[in-house]
T-cell receptor, first 116, second 111 residues
């Protein structure tokens, strides 16, 4: 298993500003994932972050809007840049660790972001 | 059409009832099927996963996969108020393939 600490747990931000979300894992992991969970929508993968390389972004998400850092095997940050009310959502980091049959995904508690 | 369809509910049941939660999917490459439970203001936690078709039981929880119908289910027996949460189905083709989530079904078990 993996224990993930994510902070802040929530924040209210002014439009046009940026917020950096931190994710700390209690063990070394190869890949970390960032998801967005909007009301009434399923978890949507933003990007995959590997240590020592550029993050890989999913369709609809770009590095300028969601820059990601992955300085080591236990830590990552996601920045939500130039925020607008449409960015109000829950942001979750996730890691996958080998399980008995497949990799198992573990999630942080999420960051509830409100943009006003 | 979404790859994974899940009724968002909400679903309200009395304590002790049997709960049935379901998802359908369209991608025949999916091999691993997971159920996550998400309490309010918390991240999702893995509840159960199954590989290919068949049943898997863990205490009061039973997961079923019918690949021929592209239909998966989670049954909760003797439901408890502590089971009140949002349940998300998730699936992948395996390995490090992208995991696709359902929208989640909100369940409320009434004492």
């Amino acid at each position: 298993s993996a224990v993930i600490s994510q902070k802040p747990s929530r924040d209210i931000c002014q439009r046009g500003t940026s917020l950096t979300i931190q994710c700390q894992v209690d063990s070394q992991v190869t890949m970390m994932f960032w998801y967005r969970q909007q009301p009434g929508q399923s978890l949507t993968l933003i990007a995959t972050a590997n240590q020592g390389s550029e993050a890989t972004y999913e369709s609809g998400f770009v590095i300028d809007k969601f820059p990601i850092s992955r300085p080591n095997l236990t830590f990552s940050t996601l920045t939500v840049s130039n925020m607008s009310p449409e960015d109000s959502s829950i942001y979750l980091c996730s890691v996958e660790v080998p399980g008995a049959m497949n990799t198992e995904a573990f999630f942080g508690q999420g960051t509830r972001l409100t943009v006003v | 059409q979404k790859e994974v369809e899940q009724d968002p509910g909400p679903l309200s049941v009395p304590e002790g009832a049997i709960v049935s939660l379901n998802c359908t999917y369209s991608n025949s490459a999916f091999q691993y099927f997971m159920w996550y439970r998400q309490y309010s203001r918390k991240g999702p936690e893995l509840l159960m996963y199954t590989y290919s078709s068949g049943n898997k039981e863990d205490g009061r929880f039973t997961a079923q996969v019918d690949k021929s119908s592209k239909y998966i289910s989670l049954f909760i027996r003797d439901s408890q108020p502590s089971d009140s949460a949002t349940y998300l189905c998730a699936m992948s083709a395996g390995g490090y393939q992208k995991v696709t989530f359902g929208i989640g079904t909100k369940l409320q078990v009434i004492p």
